[in-house]
């Protein structure tokens, strides 16, 4: 799902993806994602993208949503918060940047949202 402003640009996008296609068992757990454009936040649209979105994830036979969110951002963690999503766990050291000479790593939260 994306939302564009008049001129076509696009302010936002939100995608769910099967959390895995090795089982059966797990048809029913989507993993989300969003982008807002950094200039457009705070204007409601990932609010927007999310109700179309879940709609859609429920059609499409989704029970469960996942995503994981990096510890550093905490403008995502709000959102996902304000939708609902609860924090399972978090994934320690889950995200590497190259920076400098070296590595830096950043934690992700793990979050959960039954539609």
Not at 23 to 43: E, I
């Amino acid at each position: 799902m994306d939302l564009a402003a008049p001129t076509g640009r696009v302010l936002g996008l939100q995608d769910i993806a099967p959390y895995a296609d090795y089982s059966a068992a797990l048809d029913h757990v989507g993993v989300v994602g969003t982008f807002v454009d950094l200039a457009q936040r705070r204007q409601g649209i990932g609010r927007r993208l999310a109700q179309a979105t879940f709609a859609a994830a429920r059609d499409a036979g989704y029970e469960k949503l996942f995503a994981s969110i990096r510890a550093d951002n905490p403008a995502a963690q709000r959102y996902y918060g304000s939708l609902g999503f609860t924090t399972i766990g978090i994934a320690r050291r889950q995200a590497r940047f190259r920076q400098g000479d070296g590595w830096r790593y950043v934690d992700e939260i793990l979050v959960e949202l039954w539609l």
